[in-house]
Protein backbone atom coordinates (compact mmCIF):
# COMPACT_ATOMS: atom_id res chain seq x y z
CA UNK A 1 0.00 0.00 0.00
CA UNK A 2 1.51 3.84 -0.92
CA UNK A 3 2.07 6.09 1.76
CA UNK A 4 -0.63 9.13 1.80
CA UNK A 5 0.78 11.78 0.77
CA UNK A 6 -0.38 13.71 3.41
CA UNK A 7 1.80 11.58 5.93
CA UNK A 8 3.47 14.29 8.70
CA UNK A 9 7.67 14.38 7.66
CA UNK A 10 9.43 14.27 10.72
CA UNK A 11 11.31 17.84 11.42
CA UNK A 12 15.27 17.92 11.29
CA UNK A 13 16.65 17.75 14.28
CA UNK A 14 18.23 20.52 13.79
CA UNK A 15 17.27 23.75 12.13
CA UNK A 16 20.26 25.54 9.64
CA UNK A 17 19.25 28.42 8.27
CA UNK A 18 19.17 28.81 4.72
CA UNK A 19 22.39 31.52 4.47
CA UNK A 20 24.81 29.28 6.62
CA UNK A 21 23.54 26.37 4.50
CA UNK A 22 24.87 28.95 1.73
CA UNK A 23 27.79 29.96 3.33
CA UNK A 24 28.70 26.05 3.88
CA UNK A 25 28.38 25.52 -0.04
CA UNK A 26 30.41 28.63 -0.69
CA UNK A 27 33.31 27.55 1.68
CA UNK A 28 33.70 23.91 1.79
CA UNK A 29 36.72 21.96 0.82
CA UNK A 30 35.44 20.30 -2.22
CA UNK A 31 38.18 19.69 -4.72
CA UNK A 32 35.52 18.66 -7.32
CA UNK A 33 33.68 22.43 -6.89
CA UNK A 34 35.66 24.58 -8.74
CA UNK A 35 32.66 25.90 -10.89
CA UNK A 36 31.28 29.20 -10.45
CA UNK A 37 28.15 29.47 -8.59
CA UNK A 38 25.06 30.53 -10.27
CA UNK A 39 23.51 33.84 -10.51
CA UNK A 40 20.63 32.05 -8.93
CA UNK A 41 22.67 30.94 -5.83
CA UNK A 42 24.33 34.61 -5.40
CA UNK A 43 21.09 36.46 -5.99
CA UNK A 44 19.53 34.28 -2.39
CA UNK A 45 22.70 34.43 -1.08
CA UNK A 46 22.28 38.66 -0.82
CA UNK A 47 18.31 38.30 -0.60
CA UNK A 48 18.98 36.80 2.85
CA UNK A 49 19.98 38.69 6.05
CA UNK A 50 23.80 37.61 6.34
CA UNK A 51 24.22 35.90 9.43
CA UNK A 52 27.44 37.81 10.81
CA UNK A 53 28.85 36.00 13.68
CA UNK A 54 28.32 32.56 11.84
CA UNK A 55 30.69 34.28 8.66
CA UNK A 56 33.38 35.70 11.29
CA UNK A 57 33.59 32.03 12.60
CA UNK A 58 34.09 30.73 9.25
CA UNK A 59 36.43 32.91 8.16
CA UNK A 60 38.49 32.70 11.19
CA UNK A 61 38.96 29.01 11.30
CA UNK A 62 40.76 29.10 7.95
CA UNK A 63 44.17 29.33 8.18
CA UNK A 64 46.32 31.98 5.56
CA UNK A 65 47.32 28.33 3.78
CA UNK A 66 43.34 27.56 3.81
CA UNK A 67 42.38 30.78 2.19
CA UNK A 68 45.35 30.70 -0.77
CA UNK A 69 43.76 27.36 -1.36
CA UNK A 70 39.89 28.95 -1.71
CA UNK A 71 41.11 31.80 -3.87
CA UNK A 72 38.88 30.83 -6.64
CA UNK A 73 36.10 31.27 -4.40
CA UNK A 74 37.17 34.20 -2.33
CA UNK A 75 37.49 36.22 -5.50
CA UNK A 76 34.16 35.11 -6.60
CA UNK A 77 32.35 36.30 -3.40
CA UNK A 78 34.25 39.70 -3.50
CA UNK A 79 33.09 40.20 -7.07
CA UNK A 80 29.96 39.22 -6.26
CA UNK A 81 29.06 41.38 -3.92
CA UNK A 82 31.02 44.55 -5.25
CA UNK A 83 28.66 44.08 -8.01
CA UNK A 84 25.54 43.87 -5.81
CA UNK A 85 26.85 47.13 -4.01
CA UNK A 86 26.68 48.90 -7.34
CA UNK A 87 23.59 47.59 -9.06
CA UNK A 88 21.83 45.46 -6.56
CA UNK A 89 17.68 46.28 -6.35
CA UNK A 90 16.27 45.89 -2.72
CA UNK A 91 18.07 45.05 0.42
CA UNK A 92 20.66 43.46 -1.80
CA UNK A 93 23.22 46.33 -1.57
CA UNK A 94 22.88 46.22 1.98
CA UNK A 95 23.33 42.94 2.75
CA UNK A 96 26.38 43.05 0.33
CA UNK A 97 28.08 45.59 2.36
CA UNK A 98 27.57 43.45 5.78
CA UNK A 99 29.13 40.51 3.93
CA UNK A 100 31.97 42.34 2.90
CA UNK A 101 32.64 43.78 5.90
CA UNK A 102 33.03 40.96 7.62
CA UNK A 103 34.91 38.89 4.89
CA UNK A 104 37.52 41.71 4.48
CA UNK A 105 37.72 42.27 8.02
CA UNK A 106 38.80 38.53 8.76
CA UNK A 107 40.84 37.90 5.80
CA UNK A 108 42.97 41.04 5.41
CA UNK A 109 43.76 40.48 9.16
CA UNK A 110 45.52 37.16 8.66
CA UNK A 111 49.04 36.72 8.25
CA UNK A 112 49.96 36.00 4.81
CA UNK A 113 53.53 34.77 3.98
CA UNK A 114 53.55 37.61 1.59
CA UNK A 115 50.96 40.09 2.77
CA UNK A 116 50.42 42.52 -0.28
CA UNK A 117 50.56 40.30 -3.44
CA UNK A 118 48.71 37.19 -1.21
CA UNK A 119 45.92 39.97 -0.44
CA UNK A 120 45.83 40.57 -3.66
CA UNK A 121 45.74 37.10 -4.79
CA UNK A 122 42.45 36.17 -2.51
CA UNK A 123 40.41 39.65 -3.81
CA UNK A 124 40.88 40.00 -7.53
CA UNK A 125 44.30 37.88 -8.46
CA UNK A 126 47.28 40.15 -9.59
CA UNK A 127 46.60 40.53 -13.33
CA UNK A 128 42.89 41.97 -12.56
CA UNK A 129 43.14 44.05 -9.11
CA UNK A 130 44.10 47.21 -10.52
CA UNK A 131 40.51 47.12 -12.13
CA UNK A 132 38.61 45.29 -9.26
CA UNK A 133 39.64 47.14 -6.35
CA UNK A 134 39.57 50.65 -7.96
CA UNK A 135 36.06 49.73 -9.24
CA UNK A 136 34.89 48.72 -5.30
CA UNK A 137 36.56 52.00 -3.83
CA UNK A 138 34.87 53.97 -6.03
CA UNK A 139 31.43 51.96 -5.34
CA UNK A 140 31.64 52.63 -2.40
CA UNK A 141 33.15 56.42 -2.41
CA UNK A 142 29.62 56.91 -5.00
CA UNK A 143 27.57 55.48 -1.72
CA UNK A 144 29.41 57.31 1.04
CA UNK A 145 28.17 60.47 -0.73
CA UNK A 146 25.04 59.75 -2.48
CA UNK A 147 23.30 56.81 -0.86
CA UNK A 148 20.04 56.47 -0.54
CA UNK A 149 19.97 56.20 3.50
CA UNK A 150 22.29 57.23 6.17
CA UNK A 151 22.15 53.80 7.37
CA UNK A 152 23.80 52.17 4.13
CA UNK A 153 26.50 55.24 4.02
CA UNK A 154 27.69 54.12 7.27
CA UNK A 155 28.01 50.55 6.41
CA UNK A 156 30.40 51.80 3.62
CA UNK A 157 32.08 52.92 5.66
CA UNK A 158 32.34 50.20 8.03
CA UNK A 159 33.33 48.39 5.23
CA UNK A 160 36.34 51.11 4.61
CA UNK A 161 37.32 51.21 7.85
CA UNK A 162 37.42 47.28 7.12
CA UNK A 163 39.87 47.37 4.10
CA UNK A 164 41.73 50.37 5.91
CA UNK A 165 42.76 47.92 9.90
CA UNK A 166 43.07 45.05 7.92
CA UNK A 167 45.45 46.13 4.93
CA UNK A 168 47.06 49.03 7.05
CA UNK A 169 50.72 47.47 6.64
CA UNK A 170 50.44 46.83 2.82
CA UNK A 171 50.17 48.35 -0.19
CA UNK A 172 46.52 47.91 -0.90
CA UNK A 173 45.71 51.15 0.80
CA UNK A 174 47.19 53.41 -1.73
CA UNK A 175 44.05 52.62 -4.03
CA UNK A 176 42.39 54.37 -0.98
CA UNK A 177 45.03 57.46 -1.23
CA UNK A 178 44.92 57.73 -4.63
CA UNK A 179 40.97 57.89 -4.65
CA UNK A 180 40.59 60.85 -2.13
CA UNK A 181 37.56 59.94 -0.31
CA UNK A 182 38.01 63.37 1.89
CA UNK A 183 34.41 65.17 0.22
CA UNK A 184 32.66 62.08 0.89
CA UNK A 185 33.51 61.17 3.84
CA UNK A 186 33.33 64.98 5.04
CA UNK A 187 30.01 65.43 3.32
CA UNK A 188 28.76 61.97 5.08
CA UNK A 189 29.85 63.79 8.80
CA UNK A 190 28.16 67.00 7.86
CA UNK A 191 24.97 65.25 7.11
CA UNK A 192 24.97 63.03 9.85
CA UNK A 193 22.49 63.55 12.71
CA UNK A 194 24.11 63.13 16.46
CA UNK A 195 27.66 63.66 16.83
CA UNK A 196 28.02 59.93 17.62
CA UNK A 197 27.26 59.18 13.90
CA UNK A 198 30.76 60.80 12.97
CA UNK A 199 32.53 58.64 15.13
CA UNK A 200 33.50 56.09 12.16
CA UNK A 201 34.19 58.39 9.80
CA UNK A 202 36.37 60.73 11.40
CA UNK A 203 38.50 57.42 12.34
CA UNK A 204 38.47 56.60 8.83
CA UNK A 205 39.92 60.31 8.44
CA UNK A 206 42.21 59.77 10.77
CA UNK A 207 44.13 56.38 9.66
CA UNK A 208 44.02 57.24 6.05
CA UNK A 209 46.40 60.66 7.25
CA UNK A 210 48.50 58.44 9.10
CA UNK A 211 49.22 56.19 6.45
CA UNK A 212 52.70 56.15 5.59
CA UNK A 213 52.63 60.11 5.94
CA UNK A 214 56.58 59.98 7.04
CA UNK A 215 57.22 58.62 3.76
CA UNK A 216 55.41 60.74 1.18
CA UNK A 217 53.43 63.74 1.07
CA UNK A 218 49.77 62.36 2.31
CA UNK A 219 46.89 63.85 0.47
CA UNK A 220 44.75 63.52 3.43
CA UNK A 221 47.13 65.82 5.55
CA UNK A 222 47.01 68.17 2.71
CA UNK A 223 43.51 68.27 2.84
CA UNK A 224 42.90 68.87 6.23
CA UNK A 225 45.10 71.50 6.45
CA UNK A 226 43.25 73.32 3.68
CA UNK A 227 40.08 72.53 5.19
CA UNK A 228 37.71 75.61 5.98
CA UNK A 229 34.03 74.33 6.07
CA UNK A 230 33.33 75.89 9.48
CA UNK A 231 30.01 74.01 10.14
CA UNK A 232 31.32 70.93 9.17
CA UNK A 233 34.49 71.33 11.69
CA UNK A 234 32.10 71.61 14.40
CA UNK A 235 30.28 69.04 13.83
CA UNK A 236 33.67 67.35 13.91
CA UNK A 237 34.26 68.79 17.35
CA UNK A 238 30.85 68.22 18.94
CA UNK A 239 31.78 64.25 17.91
CA UNK A 240 34.89 64.45 19.68
CA UNK A 241 33.28 65.86 23.06
CA UNK A 242 30.87 63.36 22.77
CA UNK A 243 33.36 60.68 22.57
CA UNK A 244 35.22 61.62 25.14
CA UNK A 245 31.88 61.94 27.63
CA UNK A 246 31.23 58.13 26.59
CA UNK A 247 34.74 57.23 26.94
CA UNK A 248 34.95 58.80 30.22
CA UNK A 249 31.57 57.57 31.40
CA UNK A 250 33.40 53.84 31.65
CA UNK A 251 35.97 54.96 34.18
CA UNK A 252 33.30 56.40 36.06
CA UNK A 253 31.27 53.44 35.34
CA UNK A 254 33.89 51.14 37.54
CA UNK A 255 34.62 53.68 39.83
CA UNK A 256 32.79 56.72 40.71
CA UNK A 257 35.04 60.05 41.75
CA UNK A 258 32.66 62.34 42.17
CA UNK A 259 32.46 62.87 45.89
CA UNK A 260 28.81 62.79 47.40
CA UNK A 261 26.87 65.83 48.61
CA UNK A 262 25.10 65.92 51.69
CA UNK A 263 21.61 64.56 51.92
CA UNK A 264 19.41 64.09 55.01
CA UNK A 265 18.55 60.37 53.57
CA UNK A 266 22.52 59.80 53.65
CA UNK A 267 23.04 60.66 57.14
CA UNK A 268 20.50 58.28 58.20
CA UNK A 269 21.84 55.82 55.78
CA UNK A 270 25.29 56.15 57.32
CA UNK A 271 23.85 55.44 61.22
CA UNK A 272 21.88 52.30 60.00
CA UNK A 273 18.39 53.78 59.64
CA UNK A 274 18.05 54.52 55.80
CA UNK A 275 14.93 52.08 56.16
CA UNK A 276 12.93 54.99 57.21
CA UNK A 277 14.54 57.17 54.87
CA UNK A 278 12.42 59.39 52.91
CA UNK A 279 12.29 59.00 49.18
CA UNK A 280 12.96 56.16 46.77
CA UNK A 281 16.12 54.37 47.63
CA UNK A 282 18.87 55.12 45.07
CA UNK A 283 20.25 52.20 42.86
CA UNK A 284 23.25 50.19 44.42
CA UNK A 285 26.74 51.03 42.42
CA UNK A 286 28.63 48.33 42.39
CA UNK A 287 31.91 48.71 44.63
CA UNK A 288 35.05 46.99 43.29
CA UNK A 289 38.45 46.04 45.40
CA UNK A 290 41.52 47.38 43.90
CA UNK A 291 42.55 44.40 42.13
CA UNK A 292 39.64 44.15 40.17
CA UNK A 293 39.13 47.77 39.47
CA UNK A 294 43.39 48.19 38.39
CA UNK A 295 41.99 44.86 35.79
CA UNK A 296 39.13 46.96 34.34
CA UNK A 297 40.94 50.02 34.20
CA UNK A 298 43.32 48.02 32.22
CA UNK A 299 40.87 47.57 29.22
CA UNK A 300 40.23 51.17 28.80
CA UNK A 301 39.91 53.59 27.13
CA UNK A 302 37.08 51.49 24.65
CA UNK A 303 37.64 51.35 20.92
CA UNK A 304 35.80 54.03 20.22
CA UNK A 305 38.88 56.25 21.82
CA UNK A 306 40.35 55.38 17.96
CA UNK A 307 39.19 58.97 17.46
CA UNK A 308 41.41 60.69 19.05
CA UNK A 309 44.18 59.59 16.43
CA UNK A 310 42.34 61.87 13.94
CA UNK A 311 41.64 64.40 16.60
CA UNK A 312 45.04 64.97 17.41
CA UNK A 313 46.04 65.06 12.84
CA UNK A 314 43.21 67.36 12.82
CA UNK A 315 44.62 70.16 15.50
CA UNK A 316 48.30 69.90 13.77
CA UNK A 317 47.30 70.75 10.21
CA UNK A 318 44.16 73.35 11.02
CA UNK A 319 44.39 75.97 13.01
CA UNK A 320 40.43 77.15 12.30
CA UNK A 321 40.04 73.71 13.75
CA UNK A 322 42.33 74.47 16.68
CA UNK A 323 40.77 77.87 17.58
CA UNK A 324 37.34 75.79 17.24
CA UNK A 325 37.94 73.72 19.51
CA UNK A 326 39.16 75.99 22.39
CA UNK A 327 36.25 78.57 21.65
CA UNK A 328 32.96 76.29 21.34
CA UNK A 329 30.07 76.97 23.06
CA UNK A 330 28.51 73.94 24.57
CA UNK A 331 24.74 72.32 23.06
CA UNK A 332 21.92 73.19 25.33
CA UNK A 333 22.49 70.81 28.45
CA UNK A 334 25.48 69.14 27.35
CA UNK A 335 29.58 69.78 28.42
CA UNK A 336 31.44 71.89 26.58
CA UNK A 337 33.60 69.53 24.00
CA UNK A 338 36.95 71.21 25.20
CA UNK A 339 36.37 70.16 28.87
CA UNK A 340 35.55 66.68 27.47
CA UNK A 341 38.49 66.54 26.27
CA UNK A 342 40.26 67.80 28.70
CA UNK A 343 38.63 65.83 31.33
CA UNK A 344 38.81 62.18 29.20
CA UNK A 345 42.45 63.20 29.35
CA UNK A 346 42.67 63.66 33.43
CA UNK A 347 41.70 59.99 33.14
CA UNK A 348 43.85 58.65 30.70
CA UNK A 349 46.88 60.12 31.88
CA UNK A 350 46.14 58.70 36.07
CA UNK A 351 45.62 55.43 34.25
CA UNK A 352 48.33 55.44 31.40
CA UNK A 353 50.51 53.36 33.35
CA UNK A 354 48.29 50.80 33.19
CA UNK A 355 48.26 49.70 29.58
CA UNK A 356 50.85 50.81 26.20
CA UNK A 357 47.14 51.61 24.55
CA UNK A 358 46.42 54.38 27.10
CA UNK A 359 49.92 55.11 27.22
CA UNK A 360 49.53 56.07 23.20
CA UNK A 361 46.49 57.76 23.91
CA UNK A 362 47.37 60.25 26.56
CA UNK A 363 50.12 60.98 24.71
CA UNK A 364 48.26 62.10 21.66
CA UNK A 365 46.15 64.31 23.94
CA UNK A 366 49.37 66.04 25.20
CA UNK A 367 50.47 66.83 22.38
CA UNK A 368 47.27 68.29 21.29
CA UNK A 369 47.83 70.35 24.23
CA UNK A 370 51.15 71.34 23.31
CA UNK A 371 50.07 72.61 19.90
CA UNK A 372 47.13 74.82 21.09
CA UNK A 373 49.83 76.26 23.64
CA UNK A 374 52.25 77.31 21.54
CA UNK A 375 49.81 79.31 19.40
CA UNK A 376 49.76 82.86 20.94
CA UNK A 377 46.03 83.44 20.26
CA UNK A 378 44.77 80.39 21.17
CA UNK A 379 46.83 80.24 24.40
CA UNK A 380 45.78 84.01 25.37
CA UNK A 381 42.31 82.41 25.00
CA UNK A 382 43.18 79.70 26.99
CA UNK A 383 44.78 81.63 30.13
CA UNK A 384 42.03 84.19 29.55
CA UNK A 385 38.56 84.85 31.78
CA UNK A 386 36.94 84.33 28.97
CA UNK A 387 37.51 80.35 28.69
CA UNK A 388 36.32 79.97 31.91
CA UNK A 389 34.27 76.49 32.39
CA UNK A 390 33.68 73.64 34.63
CA UNK A 391 35.59 70.69 34.09
CA UNK A 392 35.30 67.09 36.05
CA UNK A 393 39.47 66.01 36.98
CA UNK A 394 39.91 62.50 37.59
CA UNK A 395 39.90 61.67 41.12
CA UNK A 396 40.21 58.31 41.52
CA UNK A 397 43.83 57.74 42.97
CA UNK A 398 45.53 59.85 45.57
CA UNK A 399 46.97 61.90 45.90
CA UNK A 400 44.37 64.53 45.54
CA UNK A 401 44.16 67.85 44.75
CA UNK A 402 42.25 70.65 45.84
CA UNK A 403 38.57 70.09 44.87
CA UNK A 404 37.71 73.40 43.07
CA UNK A 405 33.55 73.24 42.18
CA UNK A 406 32.48 75.36 39.47
CA UNK A 407 34.26 77.25 36.12
CA UNK A 408 37.91 78.19 36.12
CA UNK A 409 39.88 79.49 33.47
CA UNK A 410 40.85 76.62 31.44
CA UNK A 411 44.63 77.22 31.95
CA UNK A 412 44.27 76.31 35.46
CA UNK A 413 42.41 73.11 34.69
CA UNK A 414 44.97 71.97 31.98
CA UNK A 415 47.95 72.89 35.03
CA UNK A 416 45.71 70.55 37.66
CA UNK A 417 45.71 67.89 34.48
CA UNK A 418 49.71 67.82 34.06
CA UNK A 419 50.14 67.78 37.90
CA UNK A 420 48.18 65.14 38.51
CA UNK A 421 49.86 63.10 35.22
CA UNK A 422 53.44 63.34 37.31
CA UNK A 423 51.94 62.71 40.77
CA UNK A 424 50.50 59.46 39.60
CA UNK A 425 52.82 57.90 37.10
CA UNK A 426 55.94 57.59 38.82
CA UNK A 427 57.99 54.63 38.21
CA UNK A 428 61.67 53.50 38.40
CA UNK A 429 61.27 52.91 34.26
CA UNK A 430 59.76 56.43 34.42
CA UNK A 431 58.01 57.13 30.83
CA UNK A 432 59.93 60.09 30.38
CA UNK A 433 58.44 61.33 27.04
CA UNK A 434 54.79 61.05 28.79
CA UNK A 435 56.56 63.67 31.96
CA UNK A 436 58.69 65.32 29.55
CA UNK A 437 55.32 66.55 27.60
CA UNK A 438 53.45 67.28 30.48
CA UNK A 439 56.33 69.50 32.11
CA UNK A 440 56.76 70.77 28.64
CA UNK A 441 52.55 72.39 28.62
CA UNK A 442 53.44 73.68 31.81
CA UNK A 443 56.69 75.41 31.08
CA UNK A 444 55.04 76.99 28.29
CA UNK A 445 51.56 78.56 30.06
CA UNK A 446 53.70 79.79 33.07
CA UNK A 447 56.20 81.27 30.44
CA UNK A 448 52.92 82.84 28.32
CA UNK A 449 51.45 84.07 32.20
CA UNK A 450 55.08 85.98 33.09
CA UNK A 451 55.60 88.12 29.67
CA UNK A 452 51.91 88.66 29.57
CA UNK A 453 52.05 89.60 33.09
CA UNK A 454 48.99 86.94 33.78
CA UNK A 455 47.86 86.66 37.18
CA UNK A 456 45.57 83.54 38.03
CA UNK A 457 43.96 82.39 41.18
CA UNK A 458 45.33 79.22 41.52
CA UNK A 459 46.76 76.78 44.47
CA UNK A 460 50.27 77.46 43.72
CA UNK A 461 51.29 75.52 46.86
CA UNK A 462 49.93 72.50 45.57
CA UNK A 463 51.90 73.08 41.94
CA UNK A 464 55.13 73.96 43.73
CA UNK A 465 55.37 71.02 45.87
CA UNK A 466 54.87 68.68 43.06
CA UNK A 467 57.43 70.28 40.65
CA UNK A 468 60.16 69.53 44.31
CA UNK A 469 58.43 66.23 44.87
CA UNK A 470 59.42 65.24 41.35
CA UNK A 471 63.13 66.21 42.17
CA UNK A 472 63.15 64.55 45.41
CA UNK A 473 62.22 61.26 43.22
CA UNK A 474 65.07 62.10 40.34
CA UNK A 475 67.10 62.28 43.37
CA UNK A 476 66.81 59.00 45.18
CA UNK A 477 66.54 56.75 41.90
CA UNK A 478 68.76 58.32 40.02
CA UNK A 479 70.34 54.92 39.13
CA UNK A 480 67.86 53.82 37.72
CA UNK A 481 66.54 57.02 36.08
CA UNK A 482 69.86 58.42 34.36
CA UNK A 483 70.62 56.12 31.41
CA UNK A 484 67.11 56.29 29.75
CA UNK A 485 67.07 57.49 26.81
CA UNK A 486 66.40 61.57 26.38
CA UNK A 487 66.39 61.88 30.57
CA UNK A 488 68.36 65.17 29.72
CA UNK A 489 65.75 67.09 28.41
CA UNK A 490 63.11 66.27 31.22
CA UNK A 491 66.17 67.82 33.47
CA UNK A 492 66.03 70.54 31.82
CA UNK A 493 61.87 71.14 31.70
CA UNK A 494 61.73 70.58 35.52
CA UNK A 495 64.53 72.84 36.66
CA UNK A 496 63.82 75.71 33.81
CA UNK A 497 60.34 75.84 35.45
CA UNK A 498 60.90 75.88 38.86
CA UNK A 499 64.13 78.81 38.01
CA UNK A 500 61.31 80.45 35.55
CA UNK A 501 58.84 80.91 38.60
CA UNK A 502 61.59 82.21 40.91
CA UNK A 503 62.91 84.59 38.42
CA UNK A 504 59.40 85.80 36.96
CA UNK A 505 57.04 84.91 39.72
CA UNK A 506 56.58 88.00 40.52
CA UNK A 507 54.77 89.10 37.41
CA UNK A 508 52.08 86.14 37.19
CA UNK A 509 51.35 84.47 41.14
CA UNK A 510 48.51 86.46 42.81
CA UNK A 511 50.12 87.83 45.59
CA UNK A 512 53.36 87.90 48.07
CA UNK A 513 52.05 84.92 50.17
CA UNK A 514 52.42 82.67 46.76
CA UNK A 515 55.74 84.23 46.16
CA UNK A 516 57.16 83.56 49.69
CA UNK A 517 55.80 80.37 49.96
CA UNK A 518 57.95 79.49 46.68
CA UNK A 519 61.19 80.27 47.98
CA UNK A 520 60.56 78.60 51.31
CA UNK A 521 60.03 75.33 49.69
CA UNK A 522 62.86 75.91 47.44
CA UNK A 523 65.05 76.90 50.09
CA UNK A 524 63.72 74.06 52.32
CA UNK A 525 64.98 71.68 49.64
CA UNK A 526 68.20 72.93 49.75
CA UNK A 527 69.98 69.83 50.18
CA UNK A 528 67.94 67.57 47.43
CA UNK A 529 68.99 70.49 44.92
CA UNK A 530 72.78 69.81 45.69
CA UNK A 531 72.24 65.90 45.13
CA UNK A 532 70.38 65.99 42.72
CA UNK A 533 72.65 68.13 40.73
CA UNK A 534 76.13 65.76 41.51
CA UNK A 535 73.93 62.58 40.89
CA UNK A 536 73.30 64.11 37.21
CA UNK A 537 76.41 66.17 36.85
CA UNK A 538 74.52 69.10 35.71
CA UNK A 539 77.31 70.80 36.36
CA UNK A 540 78.53 70.42 32.61
CA UNK A 541 75.14 71.13 31.37
CA UNK A 542 74.59 74.66 30.26
CA UNK A 543 71.11 74.41 29.39
CA UNK A 544 70.28 73.39 32.70
CA UNK A 545 69.86 76.40 35.67
CA UNK A 546 70.03 73.73 38.80
CA UNK A 547 72.71 76.70 39.91
CA UNK A 548 69.74 79.78 40.02
CA UNK A 549 67.96 77.26 42.71
CA UNK A 550 71.09 76.16 44.49
CA UNK A 551 72.11 79.88 44.55
CA UNK A 552 69.04 80.45 46.22
CA UNK A 553 68.81 77.93 48.59
CA UNK A 554 72.41 79.07 49.81
CA UNK A 555 71.66 82.56 50.49
CA UNK A 556 68.50 82.10 52.59
CA UNK A 557 70.34 79.59 54.48
CA UNK A 558 73.21 81.75 55.44
CA UNK A 559 70.05 84.58 56.46
CA UNK A 560 69.08 82.32 58.69
CA UNK A 561 71.74 80.88 60.07
CA UNK A 562 72.36 84.12 61.15
CA UNK A 563 69.00 84.42 62.52
CA UNK A 564 69.15 81.43 64.64
CA UNK A 565 69.33 78.05 63.27
CA UNK A 566 71.68 76.01 60.63
CA UNK A 567 68.33 74.37 59.75
CA UNK A 568 65.00 75.55 58.95
CA UNK A 569 63.36 74.08 61.15
CA UNK A 570 65.75 73.85 64.30
CA UNK A 571 64.87 77.53 65.76
CA UNK A 572 62.69 79.67 63.71
CA UNK A 573 58.95 79.53 63.26
CA UNK A 574 57.38 79.14 59.85
CA UNK A 575 56.41 83.00 59.87
CA UNK A 576 59.76 83.93 61.33
CA UNK A 577 61.36 82.02 58.09
CA UNK A 578 59.32 83.65 55.95
CA UNK A 579 60.20 87.16 57.11
CA UNK A 580 63.87 86.07 56.70
CA UNK A 581 62.58 85.44 53.11
CA UNK A 582 61.04 88.50 52.98
CA UNK A 583 64.06 90.35 54.23
CA UNK A 584 66.28 88.77 51.96
CA UNK A 585 64.99 89.95 48.29
CA UNK A 586 66.85 92.97 48.89
CA UNK A 587 70.06 91.16 48.85
CA UNK A 588 69.34 88.60 46.59
CA UNK A 589 70.53 88.49 42.78
CA UNK A 590 68.84 85.76 41.02
CA UNK A 591 71.62 84.94 37.92
CA UNK A 592 68.80 83.20 35.68
CA UNK A 593 69.87 81.99 32.23
CA UNK A 594 68.56 83.54 29.74
CA UNK A 595 65.62 81.99 27.52
CA UNK A 596 64.26 80.50 30.19
CA UNK A 597 61.02 81.41 29.24
CA UNK A 598 61.16 80.21 25.17
CA UNK A 599 61.10 76.73 23.80
CA UNK A 600 61.32 75.20 20.44
CA UNK A 601 58.47 74.72 18.36
CA UNK A 602 56.73 71.21 18.01
CA UNK A 603 58.12 69.19 15.22
CA UNK A 604 55.98 66.44 14.01
CA UNK A 605 59.18 64.47 12.75
CA UNK A 606 60.71 64.25 16.55
CA UNK A 607 57.83 61.81 17.47
CA UNK A 608 57.42 59.89 14.69
CA UNK A 609 58.12 56.55 16.63
CA UNK A 610 55.34 57.50 19.15
CA UNK A 611 53.24 58.15 15.99
CA UNK A 612 53.81 55.22 14.49
CA UNK A 613 53.27 52.67 17.20
CA UNK A 614 50.11 54.97 18.43
CA UNK A 615 48.88 54.15 14.69
CA UNK A 616 48.92 50.41 15.15
CA UNK A 617 47.59 50.87 18.25
CA UNK A 618 44.55 52.30 17.11
CA UNK A 619 44.40 49.82 13.87
CA UNK A 620 44.03 47.22 16.42
CA UNK A 621 41.01 49.25 18.14
CA UNK A 622 39.51 50.22 14.39
CA UNK A 623 39.96 46.27 13.98
CA UNK A 624 37.55 45.69 16.96
CA UNK A 625 34.90 48.30 16.27
CA UNK A 626 34.38 46.51 12.86
CA UNK A 627 34.51 43.20 14.01
CA UNK A 628 31.44 44.52 17.40
Not at 10 to 29: C, H, N, S
Not at 46 to 52: A, H, I, K, S, Y
Not at 81 to 86: D, F, L, W
Not at 328 to 346: D, H, V
Amino acid sequence: MEASPLTRQLPPEVFTPKIIQLYDALFKDDDDDDDEKTDGFWAEFFLLRPDRRVLRNLLNKLSPTDVLLLEHRTRELFARSVAAVKTGQGVAPLHALDTLSVFLSCLLSKRYPHPSSDIMVILAGLDHIDAVFSGFVSALESIIRNGKSLDIRYKAVEVLLAVTAGAYQTTLLTYLIQRDLFPSVMKLIQDSESPSQSVEPFTLLGLLANYNKFEFQNPYQLRLNDFVNEAAIQKVIRCIGNTCQSLRSRYIKIQDDLPEGWTFAGTLNMIGLGAIAPGPKPPKKPVYDVETAKKLFTQLPEEQAAVLLAAYDFTHANKLFCFNLVTMAAAEGEEQPIASYLSLTSYLLQHAYLSPRATYYAHLNLMVFRLLIEDPVICKRICSEDSKVAVRLCRQRQPFLPLVKGERVLAISVLDTMIDAINHNLRRRLDVSLYTLCFGVMLRIISYLSRTRTRLEYHWSEFFRSLLSIIRFLSQYTSDLKDLPHIETLLDHVVNLIALSLSAGEAFLPGPAAYDDLFYKVVESGEVLVKFKENYRLINRGSNSIDTLINVSTHYKQLLAESGGKKISSFLTTQQVTEVIRQGYETLSIQAKEGLDSWEKYREADERTLLKKTARAVVVDVRTMVER
